[in-house]
């Protein structure tokens, strides 16, 4: 079965730590995504990628960083700069232009 | 810029209700529009989608039609369900955009047995 693997599903880490967020694809597809959620808000996008070694700032990327080394794989790594880092983070991946995202299960980090 | 407006939740219905959800959206060109729902804890899955003005996308007894002298793509279902309690998700796609999706905020819906 095709899909977007998240991994781990919940993390917690203490503050000031760097700590990298695993999302992993076998969708063969060329762009991928991370959203942030916030309870009772929307999607906020951090970065996204539309093919391997590439990739730009989405609306709220200050304190995260990223990589594309592989069509596969693009973790996210929420750096101890981002200031309120405790949240939901999905993972997507995106197989064309105006196609549908696929969604990870998300991944819940809790820093204190 | 474009912008996705969802109505304000939480809606709680009975059993059997009509569910109407509302979504307007404003863009500079044509975009395409999808609904997405969430259940508690994870991530989003497509309910349906509509590419171009006057399709009807469907799924699992939900429509939404794509209206665009109102720039609206309203969720409807006719019977809900307790299992379809969830936040649905409203978003637009537009290809001068490089196929990012932008999102509504997100309407929780709550039915009661």
């Known amino acids: 079965d095709g899909g977007i693997t998240q991994s781990p599903k919940y993390l917690f880490r203490k503050e000031g730590q760097n700590v990298t967020l695993s999302c992993e694809q076998n969708l063969n597809h060329d762009a991928m995504y991370w959203y942030r959620q916030d309870p009772g808000q929307g999607l906020r996008l951090i970065y996204y990628s539309q093919i391997v070694n590439d990739f730009q700032k989405g609306d709220i990327a200050e304190g995260y960083s990223v990589s594309r080394e592989k069509k596969e794989s693009f973790p996210l790594t929420v750096t101890s700069a981002q200031k309120n880092p405790t949240a939901f983070y999905l993972c997507?991946?995106?197989?064309?232009?105006?196609?549908?995202?696929?969604f990870g299960n998300g991944t819940r980090l809790t820093v204190t | 810029g474009n912008s996705v407006t969802q109505m304000e939740g939480p809606v709680t219905l009975s059993e059997e209700a009509f569910l109407t959800i509302n979504c307007t959206y404003t863009?500079?060109?044509?975009?395409?529009l999808f609904w997405y729902v969430q259940y508690p804890g994870e991530g989003l899955q497509l309910l349906l989608k509509a590419t171009k003005a006057d399709d009807k996308g469907s799924n699992k007894g939900f429509e939404a039609t794509y209206r665009k002298e109102t720039t609206s793509f309203h969720l409807e279902k006719g019977s809900v369900q307790v299992s379809d309690s969830a936040v649905y998700f409203c978003a637009l796609s537009e290809g001068n955009q490089g196929g990012k999706l932008i999102f509504g905020q997100g309407t929780e819906l709550s039915v009661k047995p």
């Open positions: 997507a991946s995106q197989g064309g232009r105006n196609s549908p995202l696929h």
């Open positions: 863009a500079t060109g044509y975009p395409s």
